[in-house]
């Protein structure tokens, strides 16, 4: 009903993997039925555990911000982000300076292949 | 009258109607103007389908404007075609498709998005004249005419992406917009100027039936290249986008993203159906593939550290068009030997073909999820996002679903284009494959980000009175949820019946030019 694509060295078979994903769901589902359901609501079984200590009201006191999401990724690749960045100063006159070589460099190649 | 023949000219006519009646109905009141945004685009979205069916059944659809009669591109007598041609194959059909989409999607949403502001007889004016630019460049078959929807398109956009002109970055983006397209267009028309100086040609399948490869050539190729990918945000040339894509509102963001689609279209079309055979060497297919590689991996390397969402977006429209520039540019490579071309090459130009069709809903899709949480919480700095998945279920659904598409996760759309893409250049060279994977694995880190400090996480309490956006800005996210699931679970009917078909008609040459310099139909 779906199809088969061929790519030329292998396939895809969106059918295979709707049944897989059927399959592990449900185990998954199995699994989770498995566990205890008699935790009584309302008491400290039913808290949220933080180390050992008092939960902050806001959540954004215990969040992580997603400016120091990959830190160490970028901790890392410091020097390239560096560069990278640096590359990309916003300055209208930088952007069409990109432009401008681009085309030159393929103007001077193109001429001389 | 058989209103078939004449689609390519309503494809056009229809919108262009719109935005010249835009600022008077828009007077009557909200109500109005959404019907007018919705039903003029809807109707639009139906001439592209009955196109693209048409173009499969019966071949290429030429129209001649202003002629004695509109199917006929070169009357008796005449060596060159002189009249404005529209013509359309099936890539273009596809293209004109996937913008079509777009401009609905964004209208819908734009209906609700748009609703707390005034002067929206301008937006929605704007809003049908990008979409003309845009329809135009896909169906032109002259050169001189595609130079004029691409300034359509341009002044439209620089229009709307300064539309809060009350934000001081909103009139930044689109003034470096306006300068950076303008340069491109006026190389582009320089380009156009000197094939016309020395073919007396502007009709693209009349100058690709005469042209010969020379220094002029040459030049005049350089040019396109650089202009048309320039403007569809190619790597280094892309750092006006994620400013542009950021400022605009969301629905405009969306049919922005067909909007460079279309530019995309220009550059194949100039090297496949305007050069074709006569392209010389492998410099530009190796150029191609150059700044295909770079825009993946710089693009996805920027969008990785960014915590401003439409921006972290952008960046990423910068990577996945390397996808596309790659796929194409394997192609092109091998345009001249037919056995690589049956090995690999048709693989490649199929995968960045059904990329450009993924790439267009999915993005178009995440930029109006992001539109969705600006709505809802007026914030676009995921440090100050968190936990909305309990406050907007709809939103969340169709973000994850876009997010994993683009990741190319299975069994989602985005993984069949880039597994075509990956099987295929791997055969040129296995480098090519391992900067893209890694660009894929990138690309999903970089959505777990977002996906984690948006949606996940304990609740904040600047956002607990945020609530689900409106029905019509769910609804302009649901078209492109379902055509997203649609390329995901029938990938061999989206391949045979889309995708094809328009990888076919891009390496005919013969045909293109045959369809205008045959006499037309």
Same mark, same amino acid.
Request: aromatic letters at 14%; a neutral charge; hydrophobic letters at 55%.
């Given at each position: ?31 989770? %039925? ?34 120091? %999401? ?36 393929? %103007? ?6 | 009258?058989?209103?078939?023949e004449?689609l390519p ?37 139906? *001439?592209?389908?009955?196109l693209?069916?048409n173009v499969l059944a019966g071949g290429p659809a030429i129209y001649v404007m202003?002629g004695?009669s509109f199917n006929i591109a070169l009357p008796?007598?005449m060596?060159l075609p002189?009249r404005i041609i529209l013509e359309a194959d099936a890539f273009s059909a ?37 979409? #003309? ?5 896909m169906v032109t078959g002259d ?11 341009? +002044? ?15 009139? =930044? ?28 040609a502007?009709n693209m399948a009349a100058v690709g039936s005469l ?13 396109? #290249? ?32 067909? @909007? ?9 079309r100039?090297?496949f159906s305007l050069?074709g *055979? ?9 150029? *191609? ?19 401003? *969402?439409?921006? &972290?977006?952008?960046?990423?429209? @910068? ?33 960045? +073909? ?35 998945? /309990? /406050? ?23 993984? #069949? ?16 494959? #391992? ?31 945020? /609530? =689900? ?15 997203? &699931? ?15 078909p328009a990888?076919k008609a891009l390496v005919d040459q013969a045909g293109y030019i045959g369809a205008v310099m045959g006499g037309g139909l």
């Open positions: 009903m779906f199809g088969t694509v061929y790519t030329g060295f292998g396939y895809w078979d969106v059918t295979s993997w709707i049944l897989f994903f059927g399959i592990a769901a449900g185990l998954t589902l199995w699994l989770r %039925a498995q566990g205890r359901d008699d935790y009584k609501e309302g008491t400290d079984q039913d808290e949220i555990y933080w180390s050992g200590n008092v939960v902050p009201e806001d959540g954004e006191d215990i969040s992580v911000p997603a400016s120091s %999401a990959y830190w160490g990724f970028r901790k890392a690749l410091e020097p390239y982000y560096n560069r990278l960045i640096g590359m990309h100063t916003g300055i209208a006159t930088d952007i069409v300076g990109f432009y401008v070589l681009v085309v030159a460099f393929m %103007a001077v190649f193109i001429l001389i292949a | 009258m058989n209103w078939n004449h000219a309503l494809l056009l006519a229809v919108p262009l109607f719109g935005a010249f009646i835009a600022p008077v109905v828009c007077l009557f009141g909200k109500t109005t103007r959404n019907i007018l945004m919705t039903g003029i685009t809807f109707i639009t979205l139906i *001439i592209a389908l009955l693209w069916k202003g004695e008796s007598g060596a002189i596809f293209m004109v498709l996937c913008g079509a989409i777009a401009a609905f999607a964004g209208a819908l949403f734009s209906t609700n998005y748009m609703e707390k502001f005034s002067g929206m007889g301008r937006f929605t004016s704007l809003y049908f004249l990008l979409t #003309v630019g845009m329809l135009g460049m050169l001189f005419n595609f130079f004029i929807f691409i300034e359509i398109a341009s +002044i439209a956009s620089f229009g709307l992406i300064a539309f809060w002109r009350d934000k001081p970055e909103a009139i =930044e983006a689109s003034l470096k917009y306006a300068l950076v397209s303008q340069v491109g267009s006026m190389v582009f028309l320089i380009a156009a100027g000197c094939l016309y100086g020395k073919y007396n502007l042209l010969q490869f020379g220094t002029m050539e040459k030049l005049v190729l350089v040019f396109f #290249v650089g202009s048309l990918a320039m403007k569809c945000g190619a790597f280094p040339m892309h750092m006006w986008l994620p400013d542009a894509y950021a400022e605009a509102p969301s629905g405009v963001t969306c049919l922005l993203v067909a @909007v460079s689609q279309a530019s995309l279209y220009g550059l194949m100039v090297c050069y *055979i006569n392209l010389g060497g492998s410099f530009i297919p190796w150029m *191609i593939i150059a700044m295909g590689l770079a825009s993946m991996f710089f693009g996805v390397s920027m969008a990785v550290v960014q915590h401003e *969402i439409k921006r &972290l977006i952008g960046y990423h429209s @910068v990577s996945q068009v390397g996808y596309m520039l790659l796929g194409l540019g394997v192609g092109l490579l091998v345009l001249k030997d037919a056995r690589s071309m049956a090995e690999y090459g048709f693989t490649a130009m199929k995968g960045g +073909i059904f990329h450009i069709f993924n790439y267009t809903m999915y993005k178009a899709l995440l930029f109006l999820a992001a539109g969705a949480i600006y709505y809802a919480t007026g914030k676009r700095d995921l440090n100050q996002l968190g936990g909305l998945a /309990r /406050r907007m279920p709809f939103t969340t659904f169709m973000f994850v679903i876009a997010a994993a598409a683009i990741s190319g996760l299975p069994p989602f759309n985005g993984f #069949v284009s880039k597994l075509l893409i990956y099987e295929s250049v791997f055969a040129v060279h296995p480098a090519l494959t #391992v900067v893209a994977l890694v660009t894929s694995v990138l690309t999903l880190a970089s959505f777990v980000k977002v996906f984690q400090t948006a949606f996940l996480g304990p609740e904040k309490n600047a956002l607990v009175s945020t /609530r =689900e956006v409106p029905a019509g800005m769910l609804l302009g996210m649901g078209v492109l949820t379902v055509a997203v &699931l649609g390329a995901s679970l029938f990938p061999a009917w989206t391949l045979s019946n889309l995708v094809e990888a």
